[in-house]
């Protein structure tokens, strides 16, 4: 079992909706969540991070944990064509090691 | 977030030589790391460079392949040995802040093209 989880898509949206991201971790202990978008040919760039249960939010995007169900989301308002990406999920899991998921592709389609 | 320079951008090599690249940060850090992210993959830690100490390596990843320096806070560096045309990949060194549960920020990477 991988540590995390992402349905690798990919994720097509049309422009103005809004994309769900969603991200499974198996480590119950783990405390920190972050999400990450990666254009092609970039680096991965942190656009969220999450550490306690409920909704964060930041601008067009919001991160949703819940500790309970080991499960972590990124929702995209109004989604745009520049936020097509790859978007990696991370948790810090209880031995301080970080662990990225494979990544869900998202395409916004104007 | 900490400023993370890393070179070269891009390379292409031989097969068989080897390649250094370069991480330099602006700011003090324990903690630096090395991924490896080929193509249509996620990242892959390769090793864990903290400064005084021999890197830890991830299974899977030796220290003849890829031998790390960390001679101070602010720099390291990651040598592929003996390239061959399956090292061709992105190469990707981070960091993290010093406080607990801090995230981890990139550098540009250094994409290599192994011929």
């Known amino acids: 079992q991988k540590e995390v989880e992402q349905n690798s898509g990919p994720l097509s949206v049309p422009e103005g909706a809004i994309a769900s991201l969603n991200c499974t971790y198996s480590?119950?202990?783990?405390?920190?969540f972050f999400w990450y978008r990666q254009y092609s040919g970039k680096s991965p760039e942190l656009i969220m991070f999450?550490?306690?249960?409920g909704d964060k939010e930041d601008g067009r995007f919001t991160a949703q944990l819940n500790k309970a169900s080991q499960y972590v989301s990124l929702l995209i308002r109004d989604s745009q064509p520049s936020d097509s990406a790859t978007y990696l999920c991370a948790v810090r899991g209880t031995g301080n090691q970080f662990y990225f998921g494979t990544g869900t592709s998202l395409t916004v389609i104007p | 977030s900490a400023v993370i320079s890393q070179k070269p951008s891009r390379d292409i090599c031989q097969r068989g030589t080897s390649l250094t690249i370069q991480c330099q940060v602006d700011?003090?850090?324990?903690?630096m790391f090395w991924y490896r992210q080929q193509p249509g993959q996620s990242l892959t830690l390769i090793a864990t460079?903290?400064?005084?100490?021999?890197?830890?390596?991830e299974s899977g990843f030796v220290i003849d392949k890829f031998p790390i320096s960390r001679p101070n806070l602010t720099f390291s560096t990651l040598t592929v040995s003996n390239m061959s045309p399956e090292d061709s990949s992105i190469y990707l060194c981070?960091?993290?802040?010093?406080?607990?549960?801090?995230?981890?920020?990139f550098g540009d990477g250094t994409r290599l093209s192994i011929l």
């Open positions: 999450i550490y306690s249960n």
């Open positions: 480590d119950r202990g783990s405390q920190s």
């Open positions: 700011s003090q850090v324990t903690m």
């Open positions: 981070s960091v993290e802040g010093d406080s607990g549960g801090q995230p981890q920020h």
């Open positions: 460079a903290n400064q005084g100490s021999e890197a830890t390596y």
